[in-house]
């Protein structure tokens, strides 16, 4: 049972480079959702989607754009990396959304210099 | 739009005290009230829960205490030991929006000392 999984787990990239973090799921989760964690401000809610092309802004969406084009793969792409983006983040899925338990990938480390 | 204040921010106990960790939330509609742990280098992980149907829940030695009236829900760990030295956050749905919207506190770093 793979679970969740994100690749790559530690990138570092240029600032105004493309980047795309992958995130797979095996569950067959509805909700899928990208956080950022950064030391100070704990986890925030980029985007989440609560089905395949169902997707929505969270708290923190300027820079990213995240596609559902299938159940399991929910991919964040950063259109041009900025500094401000150096974060880890956190791919995560759900049956049935917020009210319930989520489960967290193991998180991508992302470095822009 | 929501929010939740977790309080306090860092908490240092000695071993076999218990610790106390309180989160505040703003949306009266919140019916879920979830607690996870993220121990260093790892990902959160749930560890207990509350519907806002009951005022308390236990499991072993971690509880959660859910005032509605005064929208506040807390986690309490008695007994503490090493391996509960971690980040913890609570969150909060805030079903006066989506289903997906789950917004969590700041985190408040726990630190038990043998």
């Known amino acids: 049972d793979a679970g969740i999984t994100q690749s790559p787990r530690y990138k570092i990239t240029e600032t105004g480079r493309q980047v795309t973090l992958m995130c797979h799921q095996t569950?067959?989760?509805?909700?899928m959702f990208w956080y950022r964690q950064d030391l100070g401000h704990g986890l925030r809610l980029i985007y989440y989607?609560?089905?395949?092309?169902?997707?929505d802004k969270g708290e923190v969406p300027d820079g990213y754009v995240v596609s559902r084009s299938k159940t399991e793969n929910f991919p964040l792409t950063l259109e041009s990396a900025t500094r401000s983006q150096t974060s880890v983040y956190f791919c995560a899925s759900s049956v049935q959304g917020s009210g319930n338990t989520i489960y967290f990938g193991e998180g991508s480390w992302l470095t822009v210099v | 739009g929501e929010n939740v204040e977790q309080h306090p921010s860092t908490l240092s106990v000695q071993e076999g005290d218990s610790a106390v960790i309180k989160c505040t939330y703003s949306?009266?509609?919140?019916?879920?009230f979830p607690w996870y742990k993220q121990e260093l280098g790892k990902r959160p992980q749930l560890i207990i829960d509350i519907r806002s149907n009951v005022g308390e829940k236990k499991d072993q030695r971690i509880a959660v205490t859910l005032n509605k009236t005064a929208k506040h829900f807390s986690l309490h760990i008695t007994e503490t030991q090493p391996e509960d030295s971690a980040v913890y956050f609570c969150a909060d749905p805030g079903y006066g929006g989506s289903q997906g919207n789950l917004i969590f506190g700041k985190g408040t770093k726990l630190s038990v000392k043998p």
């Open positions: 569950w067959s989760h509805s909700y």
């Open positions: 989607s609560a089905a395949a092309d169902i997707t």
């Open positions: 949306d009266s509609a919140s019916n879920y």
